[in-house]
């Protein structure tokens, strides 16, 4: 079981989750442009935090929707 976990390419799927989380967050410099009274770093701070935690997690939800797991990485799945 433990030579099956190491077969799998967990640094290809690894780096694919968190460029999913970075692609994400182009949101939240849109926002910043688009409404700069309410998303800015001064007063509306906590209303951007809250917008990169929430499109940085559902970037990373959908990643993980399409690749539950990474991809095989051995020839023979019998291991």
């Known amino acids: 079981m433990a030579n099956t976990f190491v077969k799998m390419n967990w640094r290809l799927w690894t780096r694919g989750l968190i ?3 970075i692609i ?3 949101g939240v410099g849109t926002m910043a442009v688009l409404e700069p009274e309410h998303f800015n770093i001064h007063e509306g701070f ?12 559902s970037g990373a939800l959908l990643y ?16």
């Open 19 to 21: 460029a999913a989380f």
């Open 24 to 26: 994400s967050e182009a």
């Open 46 to 57: 906590p209303k951007l935090a809250t917008l990169f935690l929430a499109l940085g997690i």
């Open 64 to 79: 993980l929707k399409e690749h539950p797991l990474p991809e095989w990485n051995g020839e023979d799945r019998r291991g």
